[in-house]
Nanobody, 125 residues
Framework: QVQLIESGGGLVQAGGSLKLDCAAS????????MAWFRRAPGKEREFVAT????????YYGDSIKGRFTISRDNAKNTVYLQMNNLKPEDTAVYYC??????????????????WGQGTQVTVSS
């Protein structure tokens, strides 16, 4: 089992930045690939970014590419999402997710077994 707790959400003006943290406990953190997803009001949950166990490989959704950066610190059991140049359409609840699978679909929420409760990000225009 993996427990995930997100933090760092809030209200920011368009063009601003926020950094989300996701603290993990339970299963050995370095054995899990991590990801961020988001759900905007009235929309399906959307893939944002994922990072491999070592942190050596990352993959991003098209809508945030070039603005968001995912990283991890295995010594601190934490994954981060640095969000720059935020836009009103980035407003959503952001979820941290983890998978212990060695083979998985990087942007498929069904392949991530563990989820946090989410943190709200609101971008005002």
């Amino acid at each position: 089992q993996v427990q995930l707790i997100e933090s760092g959400g809030g209200l920011v003006q368009a063009g601003g930045s926020l950094k989300l943290d996701c603290a993990a406990s339970g299963r050995t953190f370095s054995n899990t690939a991590m990801a961020w997803f988001r759900r905007a009001p009235g929309k399906e949950r959307e893939f944002v970014a994922t990072i491999s166990r070592s942190g050596g490989s990352t993959y991003y959704g098209d809508s945030i590419k070039g603005r968001f950066t995912i990283s991890r610190d295995n010594a601190k059991n934490t994954v981060y999402l640095q969000m720059n140049n935020l836009k009103p359409e980035d407003t959503a609840v952001y979820y941290c997710a983890a998978t212990a699978r060695t083979i998985y679909c990087r942007n498929c929420e069904g392949d991530y077994a563990y989820w946090g409760q989410g943190t709200q990000v609101t971008v005002s225009s």
